[in-house]
């Protein structure tokens, strides 16, 4: 789907982020709750090293950075409980969903090579709550 928003952002000639409104001129797009929470899921996965910067190629991993994109999802989750469309909500569960697994399997896989999650203060992972819904939860370093 994003490859797709961005072969017709290439295609339309505007430039990177802008779509050409009803008069052909190049614009921002327009600001909805979707767009809003999508922007901070590529946010979570650029600092998760899914996603490459686009001047150098390079991927990265700042998981600080990924947490935090991931805690302010699930904080407007929270926040906007009852007070959205159904597509939005799904939206927001199915993303805040894969990203969790992909935080896990990201530290998983740099705690198989050099990194250990008692060097955090708090550590990641996907625990089933009393509604048997995948959360995030967080566990202090004692």
């Known amino acids: 789907m994003a490859e797709e928003v961005k072969k017709a952002e290439t295609d339309c000639g505007c430039g990177e982020g802008k779509v050409p409104d009803k008069e052909g001129r190049c614009v921002m797009p327009e600001v909805t709750f979707s767009a809003f929470v999508m922007s901070l899921n590529t946010s979570a996965l650029y600092h998760l090293g899914e996603i490459a ?3 150098t190629g ?3 991993v700042d998981f600080d950075l990924a947490r935090h994109a ?3 999802l699930t ?3 929270e926040k906007t409980k009852g007070n959205l469309s159904r597509e ?3 939206l927001l569960k199915n993303l805040l969903y894969d990203l969790k697994v992909r935080f896990v399997k990201a530290a998983k896989k740099i705690d198989s090579v050099s990194w250990r ?3 955090f203060k708090a550590i990641y992972a996907v625990c089933t709550c009393e509604n048997k819904s995948f959360s ?3 566990e202090k370093k004692r």
């Open 53 to 55: 910067d686009p001047q």
């Open 58 to 60: 390079q991927k990265t």
């Open 70 to 72: 991931i805690d302010s």
């Open 75 to 77: 904080m407007i989750q």
């Open 88 to 90: 939005e909500e799904e």
């Open 117 to 119: 999650f008692n060097d």
């Open 136 to 138: 995030l939860c967080s």
